[in-house]
């Protein structure tokens, strides 16, 4: 069957509740480690062709990073994935569209940008913006065609000249590099590849988030599965017959085992296989980056900022800090902002309280709309980097690694033992209809 057909047909099975087998095949037995989309949908693909599925999963929730917060009453906020990217022809779309899943759209054409003092940009500031944001293409252009892969730090200051730069030319490319990159790929500017940072493909359209956050799509999902949560995954004992997978409150005996963990954690070893991993895998696991993206949402007792525009853009002293945020006023009506700090700063102040990230976040705000602002009344906050079950937000492509290295990372163990997530996903890479599209991989790949 080809992979147009097989996902045809597995989009209308996930649609429904009924099982239509594809064939007379006995049933096998199969684990799925991990409840992530990836997990959850190559199990709930096989479950209703007839197999028996075990989901399991050491956290005490469901999605993985995909993690809704309802703590807000009637305010979901996603802590993990936020958005649908490229919503056009994406398959997430298609997917929300079957089970009546209300979307907001988001555009980037409602953005404002503040200076380092806190003013909007002027016409000669955009300009000015415009032209270093040329200049920043042009070098990662000739960084792409050069032979020899390097960082996108080291090509961006080589061809910019760097040590003849004034302080506010460096900040102007400080916040290009972390708007445009360090946020979108999650990875710092020195340990992004230069050649192969930007090599997933991308679907068209604005940017969707569900009304009532990610939950809707990871409890369709989930519907009617056997799932084992807190059960810590240890060690994978496999064969070319069978497989055993132990956790911290036993061993589940399968056929087929699907392995759905984040880069992170494989990175981390935390989980063992015996016999070892291939070679070229272990080396895959190793180049590839596990990028950091941590949210800060504040909730605020009146909406005090452009209440037309999605994105409040600011150009810090501190490179990195705070240059992103998104209301979420015009799209859902909530007095809400959430700001995103990424990569190496991301890290970084996940080892501060949360009073401290609160506070430094507000000392922004007051330079972008005035000390008089109001205290926010709660605040919602993440660590990925620190999380034991995540190590990171999503995988980037690093100096010394190449998308063939993603292909390795999905390779299975001979028949029984296959890998999904988004960081197995070689076009679609740290996204959710990445890890998505790898669950049906792997689902197809067992029938």
């Known amino acids: 069957m080809s992979r147009r057909k097989f996902l045809q047909q597995i989009a209308g099975l996930l649609a429904s509740t009924s099982v239509v087998p594809l064939s007379a095949a006995p049933a096998k037995r199969i684990v799925v480690v991990g409840a992530g989309i990836a997990g959850l949908t190559a199990a709930q693909t096989l479950r209703q062709q007839g197999h028996s599925v075990t989901v399991v999963e050491a956290r005490d929730r469901l999605g993985g990073r995909l993690w809704t917060s309802n703590r807000w009453q009637q305010m979901p906020v996603d802590l993990g994935a936020t958005w649908i990217h490229g919503a056009k022809d994406n398959p997430l779309s298609a997917l929300a569209d079957r089970i009546g899943a209300k979307r907001l759209i988001t555009r980037y054409a409602e953005t404002t940008t503040y200076n380092t003092a806190g003013k909007p940009l002027n016409n000669a500031e955009s300009r000015q913006l415009e032209q270093w944001q040329a200049r920043v293409d042009n070098a990662l252009e000739a960084a792409q065609n050069a032979d020899r892969d390097q960082s996108v730090k080291a090509a961006v200051e080589k061809a910019l000249g760097w040590n003849k730069l004034k302080a506010n030319e460096r900040q102007l490319v400080q916040f290009i590099l972390n ?20 090599a997933a493909a991308a679907f068209k359209g604005d940017d969707a988030l569900f009304a009532e956050g990610y939950q809707v799509i990871v409890g369709h999902l989930a519907n009617g599965l056997d799932v084992r949560l807190q059960h810590i995954v240890q060690k994978v004992v496999w064969s070319d017959k069978q497989v055993a997978v132990q956790t911290d409150r036993g061993a589940f005996q399968a056929d087929h085992v699907i392995i759905t963990l984040p880069l992170g954690v494989l990175k981390s070893g935390q989980v063992t296989f015996s016999p070892p991993l291939p070679a070229r895998k272990r080396q895959a696991i190793a180049a590839l980056g596990m990028g950091t993206l941590n949210k800060c949402y504040l909730q605020f007792p009146k909406v005090f900022w452009p209440q037309d525009q999605d994105w409040l853009e600011y150009i810090p002293t501190e490179a990195g800090a705070w240059t992103e945020w998104v209301s979420l006023t015009r799209v859902a009506g909530w007095p809400v902002l959430l700001g995103f700090n990424a990569a190496e700063r991301g890290k970084r102040i996940e080892q501060w309280t949360d009073q401290q990230i609160v506070a430094d976040a507000m000392q922004t705000l007051r330079k972008m709309f005035g000390n008089n602002i109001p ?3 709660d605040y919602q906050l993440t660590r990925w980097n620190a999380d034991p079950y995540a190590r990171g937000a999503y995988s980037f492509n690093s100096v010394g690694s190449t998308p063939a290295m993603r292909d390795h990372l999905a390779e299975s163990l001979g028949k029984t033992v296959l890998f999904a997530g988004e960081a197995t996903e070689r076009k679609h890479f740290s996204s959710v209809h990445g890890a998505y599209l790898s669950g049906l991989r792997a689902a197809q790949q067992i029938l």
């Open 179 to 198: 708007s445009t990159l360090e946020q979108e790929y999650a990875g710092g500017i020195h340990e992004l590849s230069a050649h192969w940072h930007d």
């Open 375 to 377: 205290e926010p009344v």
